[in-house]
Every structure is written in C-alpha cells, then in structure tokens.
C-alpha cells in the first residue's frame, strides 16, 4: 500500500492534477452554470422575487440536457433512462401547478448526476493512476555519450541508461551493470528484484539502487505496461451477464411503472404524489449499481498485479465452484532436473545414454527436453546433431542421430513406434522419459521438478472460499501426477493427457453444469484457458503471449494470486447484490410507500433519492481498500 503511494507522488500527471483538468473542462463549467441559474431562479420565485415566466425559463435551460441524453438514449439504445423520468416528473409538476416542487427536484437531479459523473470518472482515472505511468524521456547512449531524448525518438535496440531512482522507460534487457528493480508497479510484488546482464525488465518499473544499461526490445504502445492499460481500458466494456440483468429488469419495468402512475393518478388526481412517485420508480439506476463496482474492483486486483479483462470475468469468477490446474509450471516450478538414469543394457553406460538422449532431445523447447539436455552438458558430454527431428505434442521425440533411430518420451511413444517394454517403469513423484534406440527399449531418464512455494496454502485459500473441487489435468504420467495430487489436497487427477483431451476435459465439466476456471501457464494452455469459464495464465509479467491468452492474468508466477483475485471478485459480486437489492431495492420500496401515504413530497423524495446513489457510492468505492492476501 505504502508503495503505492509512494509510486503516486513520483509519477507524472498525478491523481490530483488528473482531477482538476477534468473538473476544469468546459461542458462541466456550464453544466455548474446550469445549476447554479436554475438554482438560484427557483429560490428568487421562491421569495416571490421572480416572475413565473422566468422560473418557467430557468425549468426550459435545466431540463434540455436531461431531455437531449434521455431522448439520445430512447433512440439509439431504446432505454428509457433517469432522465426521461425526471423529465416527465418536472412537467407533470410545471403544468399540474406544482412549479416549484417540479423546478427544486430537477436542481436536485442535476447535482445527484453531476456528482455521479464525476465520481465514476474519478474511479476510472484512479485506475489509471494506479498503475502508474511510464517515463516520457530517456537517457539514451549514443558514441560513448549520453543524451535526454523523447521516448518517441527512440528505437529498438537502442541502449539507455538508468540510474537509481528513476522508473524504466522502455522493455528490454540489461547488458550491463546491476541494480535492484521494483516491480510492484505492474506486479504487485514489493519485493525489489536484483538485475544484472541478461535480466529482462519492463517499462514503468522503478530502479531502486544500482545503474543499468538497457537495450531497448519494446517501446511505447508495444511494452507490457501499455498493453496491460489498454486491457484495463476496454475491461468496462465487457458487460457482466448481472449488468445485462439489470438493464433487461429495468427495461421491463418501465411499462409497468408508468401503467401504475397513471392508476395513481386516476385514483387520488393528486399531481403531488404522482410526482413524488416518479423519483422512486424510475428503474434506471438498476443499470448504474454495477459499472462502478466493476471498475473498483478492477483498480484493486490491478494494483495486486491481477488483471481482470472484464466485469463478466469478475462475475464468472465469483461464482466458479471447479477449479482446474495443469500441472507443469503452474503447480511445479518449471524447473525440471535430471535425477537419475537407469540403463536396460549391461553395455550401455548412463552417461551414454544420457548423450543419445540429449542428441534427440537437443532440438525440442519442451521444459524436459531442456532438463535433458542441460544434465548432459552438466557432465560435460559431447552432444552429437541430430540429422532428422521430429516432435509429437505431449509424448515426445523422434530423432536420427549418427544413423540410428532414436525415441525419447513416454511409453505412449515407444509403443506407438512399435518398440516392447517389458515392463511400464512408474515412479511416484518423478516423470521417467523412455529412451529407445533402433526400436528396442535401452533404458530411462528420471526427471523431478520441484512444488512451487506456497501451492499448498494457495489450494487451502481457494476451497476455504467455497471452490467445491480442485482438478489436475497433466499430460505426464499417472503415478507422478498422483503423488502430486496427494501431496496437494487435489480431489481428481487426469493423467496422461493430450493437448486435445485436456480441452476435452474441461468441456465435460463446463458441460456437467460447473463453472470452471482453469489456471495454467497461458503458452501452451491457451486453447484449455479459453474452454474454460475463466481461463487464467499466470506469469504474465514475463510473456505478453500468457497475458493475451486469458481472461485473467498474474502478472507474477505466485499462485496466492488466484485466491486474492477469488476474494476481490466475490466481494465485488456481494456488493453488486447489495447495491441493488439494499442501496436501490430497499430505498424505493419505503419511497414508494412513504410517498402513497403522503408522507413526503416531491422535494423531500428528491432529497432522500440522494441517498442511495451516495451509498452505492461509497459502497462500491470501498472495494478499493479491500485487503488480499500476498498483495
Ligand atoms: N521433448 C520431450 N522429451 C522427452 N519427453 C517428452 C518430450 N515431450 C513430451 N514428452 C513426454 O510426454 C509427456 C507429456 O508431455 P506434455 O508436454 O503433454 O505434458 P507435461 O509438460 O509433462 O505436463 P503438463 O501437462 O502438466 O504441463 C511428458 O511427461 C514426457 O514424458
Ligand atoms: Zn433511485
């Protein structure tokens, strides 16, 4: 939090600057004008100061914004609106002889709407301001010298310089010098990170300590900062299926309330209540109760490093109750190693079959393949090129090395390709790759990858706010995968698993009526991400593929994201429901009554009718604060 703030006061265009310039633009000034003239005529009537022609005047200029938005809205979104209520209540008043009551509730109206308005855009700049702003110079290296120039001048590839202090202008790599980088801007994570020659670092994050010497890679609107604004930006227009709700509710309503006015009125020819009524049944703020949640709690998981691509995948998280993971990288840390090598042949010694291996493996970018290659090269062994290569999506390789034909995978691909094994070599906790060699079985690398820190407590957060049932989809073997699961508290494993089938699986669950999530690295899970509900990519920091795969995406690698983002998005969801049904359910209903008991008058209700929109509100506004765990 502390950060944060801190972030606020160095960048450019602060929040308070940001306010004043909307305060100041022109349609606000006239629309204080507006209130002010109208105001200020009533009151003069009021006092008998004022000719009624002047009221009737001062009613004309108020009601022409409110006619021209309600009249926009009735064409183009065939919504009847807010404003053709007031409108209707302001006339019914004017020429029912109420003038004064009519011409005080429509002042009100313009203040609750002016105030509303620039509430909503305080909110969507905060989240702006959240994420903080990237520099607009940089200290560019140039034949040994340096120089300021604008972020536009520059190019890829072009080295700048940082200095303690000052926020990183573009995404690149360091090629030299070391420094402590805070991330938290983009990643929520406050912890600096140490960088030195190699590291990869992202526009907008804040260098600490130390100088660095950057090559630039991405600049401007391509660096991860500006794609992550833009998501935020269009996230307000991804309507929760609760919005939609709202407006069809409220579509539905209106033929209803102005049926009833008219029986009112019928009944008791009482110009008064009729109007006093129309405050309290116009149900168009049912469609304002939810955008302002929506854009709070997207400003909160922001600043966590949890981007939330939309209200509806805020909604659908909230509701999920099946949670799925793939296994490798999302809950091991996708650091495999080699652990063993057991040779099936009395004259092939491990560090030879190690070197077949690592031969076949040499031209594949599976994580495993790497571990293979990566032992080999730790031994010190000579690798040999392969002079054909061929990869098979989650079972492995085919290769012909120094004119043998050799296979390097799961038991799957050995029999596939023909090749007998005796006996299916399983050992819990470790992913064993085949090996075979001109078709005949020679022996098995096994290959261990470590829990990410934290998994457990992360899976425990999750079932604690209500996730019914944790499901591993893996494509390593079953014995592995459920020594993983036990360790994990996951209630079902599949195992085994083609790219194909871990979509497949999900599908079932979608189509088994459950609202799944699935979690995975967002590179390789991309078509599981997108089948599920909610598809959400961790480590989204690092690839700008993991953060356009999912609906919703960790900046970082660290899991207890998942549950802070759970909890933000059911707290969102609650107080959407509190909106409605208390902050605008509850008000109008009492409203309602009072005004057919004649306990109030239009003016009174024009008053009370302020307080909801103010609850709503603060209530919504609330959800900025919310604390989450590991953020
Ligand atoms: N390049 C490779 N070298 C060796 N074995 C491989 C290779 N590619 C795949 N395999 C084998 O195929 C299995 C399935 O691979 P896949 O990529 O589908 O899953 P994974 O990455 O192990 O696990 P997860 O599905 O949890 O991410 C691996 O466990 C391994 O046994
Ligand atoms: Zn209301």
Not at 368 to 374: D, G, I, N, P, R
Not at 408 to 421: C, K, P, Q, T
Not at 533 to 540: F, L, S
């Amino acid at each position: 939090m502390t950060e944060a703030k801190n972030q606020l006061s160095t960048m450019k265009g602060s929040p308070d600057q940001f306010r004043l310039a909307s305060l100041m633009r022109f349609d606000r000034s006239i629309e204080i004008v507006r209130i002010l003239a109208t105001g200020v005529t009533t009151l003069l009537f009021w006092q008998g100061m004022a000719p009624l022609e002047l009221l009737w005047l001062a009613v004309a200029v108020g009601l022409y914004p409110l006619v021209k938005i309600g009249l926009l809205d009735l064409i183009h979104e065939h919504k009847i609106g807010t404003e053709i209520f007031v409108t209707i209540a302001t006339l019914v008043a004017v020429f029912g002889g109420e003038t004064v009551a009519g011409a005080v509730l429509m002042v009100i109206i313009l203040i609750a709407e002016f105030i509303t308005e620039l509430s909503t855009d305080r909110a969507r700049a905060s989240i702006k301001a959240l994420i903080v702003s990237v520099p607009q110079v940089a200290r560019l290296q140039e034949k040994g010298d340096e120089r300021r120039v604008a972020i536009s001048e520059l190019n890829v590839g072009d080295v700048v310089l940082v200095r303690a202090g000052e926020k990183i202008p573009v995404d690149g790599t360091v090629i030299a010098g070391q420094g402590a980088v805070n991330e938290a801007p983009l990643t929520g994570e406050s912890i600096p990170k140490d960088k030195s020659a190699g590291s990869t670092l992202l526009a907008g994050t804040l260098l600490d300590s130390g100088a660095l010497d950057v090559r630039t890679e991405r600049l401007g609107a391509d660096t991860t900062f500006s794609r992550i604004i833009a998501l935020v930006e269009s996230a307000e227009s991804e309507q929760a299926p609760i919005q939609k709700l709202a407006d069809r509710v409220a579509a539905w309503l209106i033929p209803l309330v102005l049926i009833f006015l008219v029986g009112v009125y019928l009944v008791t020819w009482d110009v008064r209540t009729v109007v006093t009524l129309l405050i309290f049944t116009s149900p168009a703020e049912l469609g304002l109760a939810t955008p302002l949640v929506m854009i709070a709690a997207i400003a909160r998981a922001a600043r966590a490093g949890i981007l939330i691509k939309g209200g509806v995948y805020l909604e659908a998280l909230a509701k999920v109750d099946v949670m799925v993971f793939d296994k490798t990288g999302t809950l091991t840390a996708n650091q495999p190693r080699v652990v063993q090598i057991l040779s099936n042949r009395a004259s092939l010694k491990e560090a030879e079959l190690l070197r077949w291996a690592a031969a076949a493996d040499r031209r594949s970018a599976h994580p495993l393949a790497k571990a293979v290659v990566e032992a080999a090269a730790q031994q010190g062994i000579p690798v040999p090129e392969s002079e054909s290569f061929e990869q098979f999506q989650g079972r492995g390789v085919k290769a012909t090395v120094e004119g043998r034909i050799i296979l390097v995978g799961n038991a799957a691909l050995l029999r596939e390709n023909g090749v007998s094994l005796a006996e299916v070599v399983e050992d819990g906790g470790r992913t064993p790759i085949h090996v075979a060699i001109d078709n005949e079985f020679v022996g098995v690398i096994f290959i261990a990858d470590t829990l990410r820190p934290g998994v457990r407590e992360s899976l425990d957060e999750l079932k604690a706010t209500g996730i019914k049932r944790l499901v591993m989809l893996t494509g390593d073997n079953r014995a592995t995968a459920e020594v993983v699961a036990r360790d994990l508290g996951i209630d079902e494993v599949r195992a085994d698993l083609m790219p194909e089938d871990k979509v497949k699986a999900i599908g079932d669950l979608v189509a088994q009526g459950h609202r799944v999530a699935m979690v995975g690295d967002g590179i390789n899970d991309a078509p599981a991400l997108a089948r599920a509900n909610v598809g959400i990519a961790m480590g989204a920091g690092g690839t700008q593929a993991a953060l356009e795969a999912a609906d919703i995406a960790l900046m970082t690698d660290d899991l207890r994201k998942i549950a802070g983002a759970r909890a933000i998005a059911r707290r969102a969801y609650r107080t959407i429901q509190e909106n409605i049904f208390v902050g605008i359910g509850v008000v109008h209903v009492l409203g309602i009554t009072a005004a057919l008991l004649g306990w109030i008058g239009p003016i009174e209700a024009a008053i009370i009718h302020l307080g909801p929109d103010v609850l709503v509100f603060i209530n919504s506004i609330k959800l900025l604060r919310v604390r989450i765990h590991g953020a």
